[in-house]
């Protein structure tokens, strides 16, 4: 079992950059998959990115060359970093962790771990 906590959002200007963390607790962490998901105002649930245990990412198109997903399984920590930061991207970001899953498709499709969330507000 993973349990999952996130940190590092907050308010920033068009432009600008943040690094989300997500702590991972539970040895099960170092084999899930694991993926940030997003969830703006009066819109559905979006996966965004997404990393294999060995490494593999994956990408939603509107993050694509931005955001950049990495994990330290040593450390038990999940990271987003996030550059070029658009009014569009204004959400609450999620971390999760999914047993057998893979990256392409963020991580779902199965039982699914997820954290309480961190809000990225970005201004104009």
């Known amino acids: 079992q993973v349990q999952l906590v996130e940190s590092g959002g907050g308010s920033v200007q068009a432009g600008g950059s943040l690094k989300l963390s997500c702590a991972a607790y539970g040895d099960a962490y170092k084999s899930a998959c694991m993926a940030w998901h997003r969830r703006a105002p009066g819109k559905g649930r979006e996966g965004i990115a997404a990393?294999?245990?060995?490494?593999?990412?994956n990408y939603a198109d509107s993050v694509k060359g931005r955001f950049t997903i990495s994990r330290d399984n040593a450390g038990g920590t999940l990271y987003l970093q996030m550059n070029n930061l658009q009014p569009e991207d204004t959400a609450m970001y999620y971390c999760?962790?999914?047993?057998?899953?893979?990256?392409?498709?963020?991580?779902?499709?199965?039982?699914?771990?997820w954290g309480l969330g961190t809000q990225v507000t970005v201004s104009s």
């Open positions: 990393i294999n245990s060995d490494g593999t990412t």
């Open positions: 999760a962790a999914a047993p057998f899953r893979e990256a392409h498709i963020f991580c779902s499709g199965g039982p699914t771990t």
